[in-house]
Structure formats: structure tokens, C-alpha cells
């Protein structure tokens, strides 16, 4: 699996005989949902990483001209298999899957 990140936007690339022929996006946060409009917000950081047991990637999003920390939309998810209705977003001690949230 190759998971790449542009923009705080997950994507898995689609391979043919060993090459890579596309990428599909698998996640992306929707900045637009909380206090800043999306045109007003900017990813300001992106990780992804495989735990040995997931994969996970976390965002972060900060309005623009504002100081300190993420704004509204950022987040950890996880997924063990990296397909869009796959994931689950951290929510204090316990996973969400985001099909419900």
C-alpha cells in the first residue's frame, strides 16, 4: 500500500504492474464544518504512520492571520485498511468510525 498526503488529504495510490496509474483520495478533513470557513483555513500539519496495527494520520488546520494551535477540523483517524468508509476518528479515549459521526 502507498498512502500519500498533500494538503492534509490522504491518498492511496492505485498501482498496475508495479506502477503507479493514480491516486484516490481516502480521507480528507472538512475544515468548513467548524467555527472558520474552509476558504479561511489552511493545513498547517499532516502525519501519517503504521502503528503495526493501523495507519494513522492526523491533520491539523489553523485560520488564517489567527495564532496558536489547530482550529476546528483537525484530528487523529485510524484505519486498518486505508478504504474511505474504513475510518475512525479519535474522540477522547474512544474511536468513532466516521460513517456515524
Known amino acids: 500500500?502507498?498512502?500519500?498526503?498533500n494538503d492534509c488529504i490522504l491518498y492511496k495510490a492505485r498501482t498496475a504492474h508495479e506502477d503507479i496509474?493514480?491516486?484516490d483520495v481516502v480521507l480528507a478533513s472538512d475544515w468548513g464544518m467548524h467555527s472558520y470557513p474552509k476558504w479561511?483555513?489552511?493545513?498547517?500539519?499532516q502525519h501519517v504512520v503504521?502503528?503495526?496495527r493501523y495507519?494513522?494520520?492526523?491533520f491539523c488546520a489553523q485560520a488564517l492571520g489567527a495564532g496558536g494551535g489547530c482550529a476546528g477540523g483537525?484530528?487523529?483517524y485510524r484505519s486498518?485498511?486505508?478504504?474511505p468508509a474504513s475510518w475512525q476518528i479519535q474522540d477522547g479515549n474512544r474511536w468513532l468510525s466516521l460513517a456515524k459521526y
Not at 1 to 5: A, D, K, R, S, W
Not at 40 to 45: E, I, L, Q, R, Y
Request: aromatic fraction near 8%; glycine fraction near 18%.
Open 1 to 5: 500500500m502507498i498512502l500519500g498526503l
Open 21 to 23: 496509474v493514480g491516486w
Open 40 to 45: 479561511m483555513t489552511g493545513c498547517t500539519s
Open 50 to 52: 503504521y502503528n503495526g
Open 55 to 58: 495507519i494513522v494520520a492526523s
Open 74 to 76: 483537525d484530528g487523529t
Open 80 to 83: 486498518r485498511t486505508a478504504d
